[in-house]
């Protein structure tokens, strides 16, 4: 709607996406400024949507949220860190520069940008005003200390993912049109090596490749295969997740319990236990009940 100009496509998407969660009014009302920036003459309206959406989220997050947040709920999880409150949070985070950029910048969060960018070959740097529409996503995910925040996998990223994908198609137009300006042959070439880039970025970032060590037998290698050889053909199979594709033959196949799904074979991994190696917690597990 934002791309077309159509008032009425983008007030039925801000509703749409507000009813499905308050916080994104943060993201609707960046939407509502670059709508502004496209088409000039609707300039008024947009700026209404964008008073609309900050209104929206001034109410949640300053009255609906106090009010009904659980004692111990996202808040804590993300920003415990930063403050009991979303006053205190903001407060600390302008207060403490220096604290929240070495947060920003640390390693895991570095390669968690670069697992975004690099999939989409960079080419959303190339349209920052559609990428400029991410910011509360990102920002969120930045300063939170969850840790699932910082993976692409993890749906935190998932309301800034249509958005990043419209970044990449207008910087893609942008660097064509430059290519083709300077460089017409080399035009030609463009759509292959982006592809190129993207595959492998893609690759990269969601394996989280740092090194050839996942790629490499080992001692875990060597007992999966043990295991995998003792399930006859014709048995029904629960097994851990990284089990499960060496398995997939089987007629039924479920990951490892709970529940107990009264499969032929379970297969049950305590590796889990180095975790908490000294520590009373872990009968408090999801794994060690069914294990003992």
């Known amino acids: 709607a934002t791309d077309r100009g159509s008032t009425r496509g983008l007030v039925f998407a801000v509703i749409c996406t507000l009813l499905c969660r308050e916080d994104l009014a943060l993201v609707t009302a960046c939407i509502a400024l ?71 910048l640390a390693a895991h969060k570095v390669h968690y940008l670069a697992g975004i960018l690099i999939p989409l070959a960079a080419l959303p740097l190339l349209a920052p005003r559609w990428l400029a529409v991410t910011a509360p996503v990102l920002a969120v995910n930045l300063l939170s200390h969850f840790p699932a925040a910082s993976r692409i996998e993890d749906h935190y990223l998932s309301p800034a993912v249509p958005l990043l994908f ?20 080399s ?7 982006v592809l190129m880039i993207g595959f492998a970025g893609a690759a990269g970032s969601h394996l989280g490749v740092t090194s050839l060590r996942p790629f490499l037998p080992d001692s875990r290698t060597e007992w999966a295969e043990e295991v995998v050889a003792e399930v006859r053909p014709e048995e029904q199979v629960q097994a851990p997740d990284e089990l499960l594709p060496h398995l997939a033959e089987r007629h039924l196949l479920h990951r490892a319990p709970p529940p107990d799904r009264g499969a032929d074979v379970v297969i049950l991994s305590i590796a889990y236990r180095a975790d908490f190696v000294g520590d009373e917690s872990l009968i408090r597990t999801i794994e060690e009940p069914v294990v003992r």
């Open 34 to 104: 670059l709508f502004g920036h496209l088409h000039p003459d609707e300039r008024p309206f947009a700026r209404r949507v964008c008073a609309a959406s900050l209104a929206y989220a001034g109410l949640f997050f300053l009255v609906i949220h106090p009010l009904y947040a659980p004692a111990e709920g996202s808040l804590e999880a993300h920003f415990g860190a930063w403050g009991s409150s979303l006053s205190d949070v903001a407060i600390h985070v302008v207060t403490h520069p220096l604290e929240v950029l070495t947060h920003v």
């Open 166 to 185: 419209a970044a990449a198609i207008q910087g893609y137009a942008r660097m064509r049109e430059k290519l083709r300006a300077r460089h017409p042959r």
């Open 187 to 193: 035009v030609r070439w463009l759509p292959p090596i």
